[in-house]
Nanobody, 124 residues
Framework: VQLQACGGGSVQAGGALKLSCKAS????????MGWFRQAPGKEREFVAA???????TYTDSLKGRFTISRDNSKNTLYLQMNSLEPEDTAVYYC???????????????????WGQGTLVTVSS
């Protein structure tokens, strides 16, 4: 599967953005999906995941501000980001996993396919 992330941009603190990740192929609904981010000079970190059964998982620090969702009819994954903070500045990546069996949705190694990333810049 090929993933194309978009929707990033520049926003002031307190603003909102909605990221999209369009997947190619007919099997999007069978994949578990996730969002990760990598801030300048930092390691990639888990943001959120949604299973094929629409079970959501979030990193604790982002719970309540970020919402992951999917529209299988459009082969698209979303990340709604509200109340953005300068610390949210990062390149955001979407990823697809055939299964989380034997792995954790928090780990990048659990994912089989990655999108190219979209940059989010939050200014104070």
């Amino acid at each position: 599967v090929q993933l194309q992330a978009c929707g990033g941009g520049s926003v002031q603190a307190g603003g909102a953005l909605k990221l999209s990740c369009k997947a190619s192929g007919r099997t999007f609904s069978s994949y578990n999906m996730g969002w990760f981010r990598q801030a300048p000079g930092k390691e990639r970190e888990f943001v959120a995941a949604i299973t094929r059964y629409r079970t959501n998982t979030y990193t604790d620090s982002l719970k309540g501000r970020f919402t992951i969702s999917r529209d299988n009819s459009k082969n698209t994954l979303y990340l709604q980001m509200n109340s953005l903070e300068p610390e949210d500045t990062a390149v955001y990546y979407c990823a697809a996993a055939r299964s989380f069996a034997g792995g954790s949705p928090y780990a990048g190694s659990a994912y089989d396919y990655w999108g190219q990333g979209t940059l989010v810049t939050v200014s104070s």
